[in-house]
C-alpha cells in the first residue's frame, strides 16, 4: 500500500523520522501521556531504537506497533503525527 513505511529512524528526542512507499516523509512525535501501558517499554532510549520496519510497520519488539494508515493521513495533512 501507498502508506507502507520505508524507512524509518529514532531520534535522540524520543520522535521518529518516517519515509513512506510514495515518497511523504515526516515525523512522528511521543507525548508522555502516550507513554504508558504496553508503549511505556519505549521511555528506555536503548528500547526505543529498537525500532524497525515489520511489512511497512513501524515496530518494535514485543508486538509494539503503529498503525501506518493513521501515520500516513496526520504526516501527509501536516507533516507530523503527535501521539498523546
Known amino acids: 500500500m501507498y502508506w507502507d513505511v520505508i ?3 529514532p531520534e ?3 520522535s521518529l523520522s518516517v519515509s513512506f512507499k510514495d515518497g511523504t516523509t515526516g515525523k512522528v512525535f511521543f ?4 507513554l504508558t501501558g504496553v508503549f511505556s ?5 536503548a528500547y526505543f531504537r529498537l525500532v524497525s520496519i515489520d511489512n511497512g510497520v513501524v515496530a518494535w ?3 509494539i506497533d503503529l498503525a501506518p494508515d493513521a501515520m500516513y493521513r496526520e504526516i ?3 507533516g507530523k503525527w503527535v501521539l498523546n
Not at 31 to 34: F, S, V
Not at 41 to 45: K, Q
Open 12 to 14: 535522540s528526542d524520543f
Open 31 to 34: 507525548e508522555e501521556t502516550h
Open 61 to 63: 519488539p514485543d508486538d
Open 7 to 9: 524507512n524509518v529512524v
Open 41 to 45: 517499554l519505549l521511555r528506555a532510549p
Open 76 to 78: 501527509k495533512r501536516c
